[in-house]
């Protein structure tokens, strides 16, 4: 791991005046940014808006190693601007997470597309999400697979979300407000679920929930950073292996309480 020296600290009275009023000049010049809130509720015509955005979106995360056709073209489809608040569209499509209500986040596209290829997703799939955010993994899920049900814990982004999904005509997308902990027992087995909050290791309910030869994919670790890991349920157990570091929001509710 590469390091960077630190600058020699400046120790002249009029240096530091000099390095303060340089600061106060650039936060006068940096843009303001918009406040993290509810979106209003977008309609079919976010289709057919900034596509040539999500097609240079698209070629960074194939560039990236996403080769699954139908997750670049759920990619693709998917107007990912109607799931970030208001006053944040024009950076909807970098590759960076930005923020939405609630003190949440919106994962980075390619964190989205890896996660999304990772289970493999196939069109008679039923998928579980836990954590819906602004609900843009359950859409990018829903261009593919058959069932979505999604989790949110925190009520007034689980309720926007919901209306974000049936207004842009995501009927195959169930929405539920409530601790993802326990997962969704009456609609399980599902061939894949994703976990988009960290917690400290996977809850045992969404794994008991995977049918056999399904695929898991969550963050697990402390606070700060995570390990992305795929959990694969087979006759002889469940196979693990790590993909890559990362990180998300902390999962809340039960799984911190055990």
Known sequence: M???????????????????????????CAPSRPPAGPATPPGPESFEERLAERRQMVALARDRGIDDPLVLRAL???????????GWEAEAYADRPLPIEEGQTI???FIVAL???????????????VGTGSGYQAAVLAEIVSEVYTIEIV???????????DALGYRN???????????????APFDAVLVTAAAPRVPEPLLEQLRAGGRLVAPVGGAAFQDLLLLTKTAAGIESRRI???RFVPMTGEIRKR
Do not use: N
């Not at 120790?11 to 650039?26: D, E, H, N, P, S």
């Not at 998917?78 to 970030?84: E, G, L």
């Not at 997308?173 to 609609?187: F, L």
């Open 244 to 246: 890559e570091g990362v």
């Open 2 to 28: 590469s390091r960077i020296s630190p600058r020699p600290a400046v120790t002249r009275g009029r240096g530091l005046l000099l390095v303060a009023g340089f600061i106060l000049a650039l936060a006068a």
């Open 115 to 129: 996660m999304t290829q990772l289970v493999a997703p196939r069109p008679a799939d039923r998928v579980l999400e």
């Open 155 to 165: 009520e007034p982004l689980g309720r926007s979300a919901a209306r974000r999904l």
């Open 76 to 86: 693709e489809r998917v107007p990912r601007h109607a799931f970030v608040s208001p």
């Open 173 to 187: 997308v169930r929405c539920k407000v409530g601790d993802g902990y326990a997962g969704w027992p009456e609609e």
């Open 107 to 109: 994962s980075q596209p």
